[in-house]
């Protein structure tokens, strides 16, 4: 005799059995789990058009994505000298969406001198040449930035769109070293702003003043972010064979996605290290700058970074802890809370326990590295890290025994010189 089939229930079917591996507890998570998932389905599909939660309205300081496409900055705050405040506000006459994007301009700049002079215990020159003033790489965390403000412009956009050069860098250079009482030591190239920046490619500065340095057998340090550099192979093998150049690339993150929103017109990584390839399969000594870390964001990648530019060739390393002084303080907030909101105090809390309670601390011998228990960890990880690779078990000196000042034009050569 046929037994009836029973009444199935009404509404969704109920979720699918547990295997019998699973106990009692497991099963009741699984089906709490299938109860939630069908009553957001059910609210979904509820929703309307007028349901629907707007974005929230961009801050009225800072600059629309599209006109900073490229650019590190977010905002274009006036220069800390200024008297004038600028804010943006739409009168109705124009609409902001009609203002043009932020482009590069390069303005000429004639010094006096070409030197500038260090008395910093913090670096390891004492003297340095910088071609350009602005960057157009826009890393948001460039110490340089502040400089803008004797321009009278910003530390933000303007820093990296409104860039100076100065063309007659080179003569300078050569009438400077040429002076009788001059004495030589190395010279930094790069360290304010990056020589080699794209704006390179056409004033060729960087090159004209490797090629006095050269002719004056004058040494030199460079660093750098960009793989132009390579371009100078021509220059910089022979300097390298006399002990006269060494290359230092600056490489802060190996994610090239946060590289493109930190250092946005900078090199990639890979970049980067096949640069310090090529120049050390070339003969050029190189080292790595692990510089800035940055606490929460990149301090993670300290060995990684250093594992990889030892592959790449360089045999000395260092780093520099961020530093946000002046206007960089802002703008780097900014930066953070837009692309780490969920970061943002953490890392903010761990700058101020770098600096004693502030978020930077200007003290010679602490504000590259910091002070307390993580700014102590990291140097213990790169101390590690360094020895464990063999960097800098050798450091490479450069040598002032190869300068001359070859004879100027009009100049009468010496009584006893090569050419009587």
Same mark, same amino acid.
């Given at each position: 005799?046929?037994?009836?089939?029973?009444?199935?229930p009404?509404?969704?079917p109920?979720?699918?059995?547990?295997?019998?591996?699973?106990?009692?507890l497991?099963?009741? /998570?699984?089906?709490?789990?299938?109860?939630?998932?069908?009553?957001?389905a059910?609210?979904?599909?509820?929703?309307?058009?007028?349901?629907?939660?707007?974005?929230?309205?961009?801050?009225?300081?800072?600059?629309?994505?599209?006109?900073?496409?490229?650019?590190?900055?977010?905002?274009?705050?006036?220069?800390r000298?200024?008297?004038?405040s600028?804010e943006?506000?739409?009168?109705?006459?124009?609409?902001?969406?009609?203002?043009?994007?932020?482009?590069?301009?390069?303005?000429?700049?004639?010094?006096?001198?070409?030197?500038?002079?260090?008395?910093?215990?913090?670096?390891?020159?004492?003297?340095?040449?910088?071609?350009?003033r602005?960057?157009?790489?826009?890393?948001v965390?460039?110490f340089?930035?502040?400089?803008?403000?004797y321009?009278?412009?910003?530390?933000?956009?303007?820093?990296?769109?409104?860039?100076?050069?100065?063309?007659?860098?080179?003569?300078?250079?050569?009438?400077?070293?040429?002076?009788?009482?001059?004495?030589?030591?190395t010279?930094?190239?790069?360290?304010?702003?990056?020589g080699?920046?794209?704006?390179e490619?056409?004033?060729?500065?960087?090159?004209?003043?490797?090629?006095?340095?050269?002719?004056?057998?004058?040494?030199?340090?460079?660093?750098?972010?960009?793989?132009?550099?390579v371009?100078?192979?021509?220059?910089?093998?022979?300097?390298?064979?006399?002990?006269?150049?060494k290359?230092?690339?600056?490489?802060?993150?190996?994610?090239?996605k946060?590289?493109?929103?930190?250092?946005?017109r900078?090199?990639t990584?890979?970049?980067?290290?096949?640069?310090?390839?090529r120049?050390?399969?070339?003969?050029?000594?190189?080292?790595?700058?692990?510089?800035?870390v940055?606490?929460?964001? *990149?301090?993670?990648?300290?060995? /990684?970074?250093?594992?990889?530019?030892?592959?790449?060739?360089?045999?000395?390393?260092?780093?520099v802890?961020?530093?946000?002084?002046?206007?960089?303080?802002?703008?780097?907030?900014e930066w953070?809370l837009?692309?780490?909101?969920?970061?943002y105090r953490?890392?903010?809390?761990?700058l101020?326990?770098?600096?004693?309670?502030?978020?930077?601390?200007?003290?010679?011998?602490?504000r590259?590295?910091?002070t307390g228990?993580?700014?102590?960890t990291?140097?213990?990880?790169?101390?590690?890290?360094?020895?464990?690779?063999?960097?800098?078990?050798?450091? *490479?000196?450069?040598?002032?025994?190869?300068? *001359?000042?070859?004879?100027?034009?009009?100049?009468?050569l010496?009584?006893?010189?090569?050419?009587?």
């Amino acid at each position: 005799m046929q037994r009836p089939a029973p009444d199935r229930p009404s509404g969704p079917p109920p979720p699918p059995s547990a295997p019998r591996h699973l106990g009692r507890l497991a099963q009741q /998570r699984r089906d709490a789990r299938a109860l939630e998932r069908a009553e957001a389905a059910r609210d979904l599909a509820g929703l309307s058009d007028m349901d629907a939660v707007a974005p929230a309205p961009m801050p009225d300081w800072m600059v629309e994505a599209e006109r900073r496409r490229g650019r590190g900055a977010l905002s274009n705050p006036a220069g800390r000298f200024e008297p004038h405040s600028r804010e943006r506000f739409d009168d109705g006459w124009q609409g902001l969406d009609d203002l043009p994007p932020f482009r590069t301009s390069v303005t000429v700049e004639k010094p006096r001198t070409i030197i500038n002079r260090n008395e910093s215990p913090d670096v390891g020159f004492d003297r340095s040449i910088n071609p350009y003033r602005g960057c157009e790489h826009g890393c948001v965390y460039c110490f340089a930035r502040p400089t803008h403000a004797y321009q009278g412009l910003s530390a933000g956009l303007d820093f990296e769109t409104k860039l100076f050069a100065k063309p007659d860098a080179p003569e300078l250079l050569a009438k400077e070293l040429a002076k009788p009482g001059y004495e030589p030591r190395t010279i930094a190239l790069g360290i304010n702003t990056d020589g080699y920046q794209p704006i390179e490619r056409e004033w060729r500065l960087t090159r004209r003043i490797l090629e006095v340095l050269r002719d004056f057998g004058h040494p030199v340090g460079i660093v750098t972010k960009s793989a132009l550099v390579v371009r100078d192979f021509d220059i910089l093998g022979p300097m390298a064979e006399k002990g006269l150049v060494k290359v230092a690339l600056s490489i802060t993150t190996l994610d090239a996605k946060l590289a493109r929103i930190m250092e946005p017109r900078a090199a990639t990584p890979s970049r980067r290290l096949d640069t310090l390839r090529r120049l050390s399969e070339a003969g050029v000594p190189t080292a790595v700058l692990v510089a800035p870390v940055i606490p929460a964001v *990149t301090d993670a990648e300290l060995e /990684r970074i250093l594992d990889a530019a030892v592959a790449a060739g360089a045999t000395e390393a260092g780093y520099v802890m961020l530093r946000v002084p002046l206007e960089i303080r802002d703008l780097f907030r900014e930066w953070l809370l837009t692309h780490f909101p969920d970061r943002y105090r953490h890392v903010l809390s761990l700058l101020k326990e770098l600096h004693g309670g502030r978020e930077y601390d200007s003290t010679f011998g602490q504000r590259m590295t910091g002070t307390g228990p993580y700014a102590w960890t990291l140097a213990r990880r790169f101390e590690i890290a360094a020895e464990r690779l063999g960097l800098n078990r050798r450091h *490479t000196r450069l040598t002032t025994r190869h300068f *001359t000042r070859p004879p100027q034009k009009g100049e009468q050569l010496s009584l006893f010189g090569e050419g009587i």
